[in-house]
């Protein structure tokens, strides 16, 4: 696919009616023979780089897909400052290392949803799919559990759990799941169900070690719930301090100095477009404002941003004057009677937020991140809900995950904040494209 995305791009370029763009028009085949040679050898690195060619991820297609565009738009912007700065000869053409960007974008994808197809027919999946079974059983686990049942790639095949404390009567048994013996006998289970992979949920350390070494005899992989660690699980790692191992919460997505440059540089880009075609919009809605409550347009409110810095978010003023004069911070309910009659148009369709734009230019919001909230609502929120504050660990957004899942204003915190830890666990570039996306059409507890 590579080396083909290579002679398309080619053909684009010096071929097709972009010839014309630039004294490119005599270029041959063999002349860029070299720079097509290189390009593919420096692309397939750069996607190994990334991962891509391990046997447990083949089954994991959207991990995959954000991995490949990840690897295609770092190598187009290496390659061409590679090209440029070495002066190659015949020189580069910046338009041809963008189509065969673009081409091998496309063609990589293209492949990969055929492979994936292919992989996931029957009679091949089951050879991909690791046998897993759980070992103990607590809250930890009955999470983990759900969290594979429903991953679409079907990566996992999950065969049960065994007992490893004697459970009591009083403590009733997991549903829908299949109890398949005890810790004692894990020999005879393992070679039962043809055990691929333990997760140990709930075991004594002296018989965890004797579990671990009878994993490494079999083959078999060997991992831990993370009853300690509930949140950023996916930033765990294991470092050495003093020569002592020590495993932590190290990095996420968004430390990469890489990744926020992409993410500011997405920001900056969306702000400016969305003010220059939101301005019609501000004016109109603005006007409407005034003339059913006259007073400020604009509203402006105190809220926490990254790091619990606070800011001050701009909206187009969508209830009454002195609207929590008597309640004080309260969120909006359905049907509020301090709504103007065009605040419940807009809040239901996010136009009173547009004015936004311009705290993310600022640099004090970000287009999708988890939704700043009031700093005399977080006072009460960080004592009552576990790990609230660590949604503060990246820059607020416009939208969010939470928010396309329907969970806005008066609705369940706590599943809001597992969306908002699931985000920063999980950011790439294509999911802030894709929560974009998705604000137009999601709307659900909007008002």
Known sequence: MIVLAEHLAYWLRFHSFIRDYGNWSNMELRQYAGHMALGSLSLLLAL?????????????NRWIASRIAKAVLI??????????????EPS??????????ACALLLLLGWRGLFDAFLHSPGRIATLQQRTLF????DDAQRLWQTLSADRAHAFDLVGWVDASGWRDDNPMPENIPFVGYVEDIQRVIARHEVDMIIVADLPRQQMVELANLCEREMIQFKLAPSVFRIFVSGLSLETIAGTPVLGVNRLPLDSTLNVMLKRALDVAGALFGLMISSPII?????????????????????WGMNGVPFEIIKIRSMKLNAEAAGGAQWCVQDDPRRLRVGAFMRKWNIDEVPQFWNVLK??????GPRPERPELIAGFKHQIPHYNARHAAKPGMTGWAQVKGLRGDTDLSERIKCDLWYLENWSLLLDLQIMFL????RDNAY
Not at 135 to 138: A, P, Q
Not at 285 to 290: E, H, K, S, T
């Open 48 to 60: 190994g780089w990334q991962g891509l060619y391990h046997r447990n991820i083949l089954l994991r």
């Open 135 to 138: 070992v103990g059983w607590n």
């Open 439 to 442: 604000t137009f059409f999601k």
């Open 363 to 368: 640099g004090e919001m970000s287009l999708v």
């Open 283 to 303: 004016a109109f809605f603005g006007a409407m404002v005034y003339f059913e409550s006259k007073g400020p347009i604009f509203y402006r409110q105190r809220r």
């Open 75 to 88: 190598w187009t912007l290496v390659f061409l400052s590679f090209s440029l700065a070495l002066k190659l």
């Open 92 to 101: 580069i053409s910046r338009v041809y290392v963008a189509l065969n960007g």
